[in-house]
């Protein structure tokens, strides 16, 4: 039997497991081959001065690139809109971005201008530092349906082609980086889950654009789903 003594040292020693942050205590995550980290939309609309930009978006690029490090395999992902995409309000007449309309996809919320093919604010961030990447993706390059998701577009059934690309590479876990929480990392981190890949978001490496409440919401989504909320710290060479 266990004496008194060592009991209480016990209860100690988790009563100060249970004060300590979890990055001290929690086993760190290790990318192997089967691991790849996917990078959405660090573009410069969504960077301080974009026609949609992120706050604090700019912070990402730094933990990015530490993190790109640790991975040997990376996908990049680029909003790519066509002018006068359905998703832009001004394409609607006498709508205002942030507003939300009907279309047969569902509901769609209405954006400025943004992430036009060919432009400067659909490029990649010029401070991203992955030259080992080895795929770029881009969607919403359909006229009329949107493309949040990095594995499939707002209509629910039309495939990017990521999921078999990284299915091919024998990928099984995936982690999550970039812009926005609450929009296009977080449907694509609850689709890397349909799609049956174990689903990682690393908080401190995305920012969102909580809009009404919809960051809140992403990370309740994203939990019922299965995904996982770590941090950059957690990630270890």
């Keep these: 039997m266990l004496g008194r003594r060592q009991i209480l040292s016990g209860l100690g020693t988790m009563a100060l497991a249970a004060m300590m942050p979890r990055a001290l205590w929690a086993a760190s995550i290790k990318p192997d081959e089967a691991s790849a980290l996917l990078v959405i939309d660090v573009q410069n609309c969504f960077l301080p001065g974009g026609s949609l930009a992120v706050k604090d978006g700019e912070q990402v690029v730094p933990v990015i690139n530490r993190l790109a490090q640790v991975f040997s395999n990376v996908v990049l992902t680029q909003d790519w809109h066509t002018g006068g995409h359905i998703s832009f309000a001004s394409t609607h007449s006498g709508k205002k971005p942030f507003e939300t ?83 296009c990392v977080a449907w694509s981190a609850i689709d890397a889950r349909k799609a049956g890949f174990e689903t990682y978001v690393i908080e401190d490496a995305c920012r969102g654009i909580d809009a009404q409440g919809s960051l809140a919401k992403a990370w309740a989504d994203m939990t019922a789903a299965g995904v996982k909320r770590i941090q950059s710290n957690e990630i270890s060479a």
């Design 101 to 183: 309309i009907e279309l047969a996809y569902g509901k769609q919320v209405l954006w400025p201008d943004h992430c036009v093919q060919g432009t400067d604010g659909a490029a990649l961030s010029k401070d991203l530092s992955i030259p080992h990447a080895g795929l770029v993706i881009r969607k919403g390059f359909r006229k009329d349906v949107d493309s949040y998701s990095a594995f499939t577009e707002a209509d629910g059934k039309t495939t990017t082609g990521l999921a078999a690309y990284l299915k091919a590479r024998d990928i099984r876990n995936v982690f999550l980086a970039g812009l926005a929480t609450d929009f």
